[in-house]
């Protein structure tokens, strides 16, 4: 009987990996404009925001680290929309989180959020900040 209980569960496991890994993703529901705010950093239950000054050279500065960075691939947009959503999915499990980069007249905003779970433990926050670091784009 607790041979097959472990089989079960297991198999759960495994349903749950694939769901998480294989489910697909909405471009109408994730590649959307960021939240229009204020120059800095707002932080959510499973988000983070970052505002700044910000040009053409930056966007594409920004692209590129993104492109750059592991387990990281574009997901829809492009800099001459001036909007673009990337996927970056965990290493063990594969939770996918978005993030994507507006510049919209000289404001750049960088949006991460993830997708499942009530809480991303700082995740989003860390690469957004990573990214900018990176990109030379000092915090407020």
């Not at 041979?3 to 994730?30: E, M, N, Q, T």
């Not at 994507?100 to 750049?108: D, M, N, V, W």
Request: proline fraction near 6%.
């Amino acid at each position: 009987m607790v041979k097959w209980g472990i089989i079960c569960l297991v198999g759960l496991i495994a349903a749950f990996v694939l769901y998480v890994r294989l489910a697909p993703s909405d471009p109408a529901r994730w590649h959307k404009a960021p939240p229009d705010l204020p120059l800095g950093d707002s932080a959510g239950l499973n988000s983070f925001v970052a505002v700044r000054d910000g040009d053409r050279a930056i966007l594409e500065r920004l692209i590129q680290i993104a492109e750059a960075a592991p387990r990281t691939e574009r997901f829809a947009g492009s800099a001459d929309e001036g909007l673009i959503t990337f996927i970056t999915r965990t290493r063990l499990w594969g939770f996918p989180d978005y993030t994507t980069i507006r510049l919209q007249g000289q404001t750049l905003t960088v949006y991460g959020r993830a997708r499942f779970g009530q809480g991303d433990m700082g995740v989003n926050r860390a690469r957004v900040e990573a990214w900018l670091a990176a990109a030379g784009i000092p915090t407020p």
